[in-house]
């Protein structure tokens, strides 16, 4: 896997790029790993509804063709965009996003903080009161409140064309998280978000970067 670091780039023009790679790669292209960091953005995945964007201000709100609800990127928070052929490594989007999941909670494990799967809400989240708490979540999680206790620290969203994904995942670490508020993140209202910063972890963009670079790349390795 080829990684390219972007730096700081357009959304849009990104989204273009990745698509026309994708729609463009052959059999023996090499997968890529892009990681770039965006001005401020809400993106909207193709099930997304209106209802689940409120007061965005002078943010702007552009249509992705990811799968998901809406989200919002901004400096501060690591993109990495996975340029995988899923039939050459013979798996399909479930296993897909589960080694996306993976690479982010043995990052988070390197921090010290306990990331955590919810079923059903694809991303990691930590417990708030104690993200660096080892127990696991115990037990199904209330229907009437999924996340309680709970806080967000990374988002997936991906799509997948003739057998090939792209998009990825979004890891905050030290971000201005007032823009989550002006949405219902992923599409849950009232669903927290937090960063690396906000638990206390002193991590420059680069060095968050490199490490979910390193476990993305060891998940995609034959």
């Known amino acids: 896997m080829m990684i390219r670091h972007l730096g700081r780039c357009d959304w849009a023009a990104t989204a273009d790029a990745m698509r026309a790679f994708t729609e463009t790669r052959g059999a023996d292209t090499t997968d890529e790993l892009w990681l770039a960091e965006h001005d401020a953005v809400f993106t909207q995945g193709v099930a997304g509804r209106a209802d689940h964007v409120h007061a965005v201000g002078d943010i702007p709100v552009l249509q992705s063709n990811r799968g998901g609800q809406v989200t919002y990127h901004g ?13 050459r490594h013979g798996i399909y989007v479930k296993e897909y996003v589960f080694r996306l999941e993976s690479a982010v909670l043995k990052v988070l494990e390197g921090y010290g903080v306990t990331g955590h799967r919810v079923a059903g809400a694809p991303g990691i989240y930590v417990r708030l009161d104690d993200p660096f708490a080892h127990a696991a979540l115990r037990g199904p999680a209330d229907a009437r409140q999924p996340f309680k206790g709970l806080g967000k620290i990374a988002a997936l969203g991906v799509k997948v064309s003739r057998h090939c994904a792209y998009h990825g995942v979004a890891l905050n670490v030290a971000m201005d998280l007032e823009p989550f508020s002006r949405i219902d993140p992923c599409g849950y209202a009232g669903l927290a978000t937090v960063d690396l910063a906000r638990l206390g972890i ?6 968050a970067a490199d490490h979910l670079a390193a476990r993305l790349q060891s998940q995609f390795t034959p």
């Open 75 to 87: 400096p501060g928070q690591v993109l990495a965009y996975p340029l995988v052929d899923l039939r």
């Open 202 to 207: 002193d991590s420059t963009w680069r060095d």
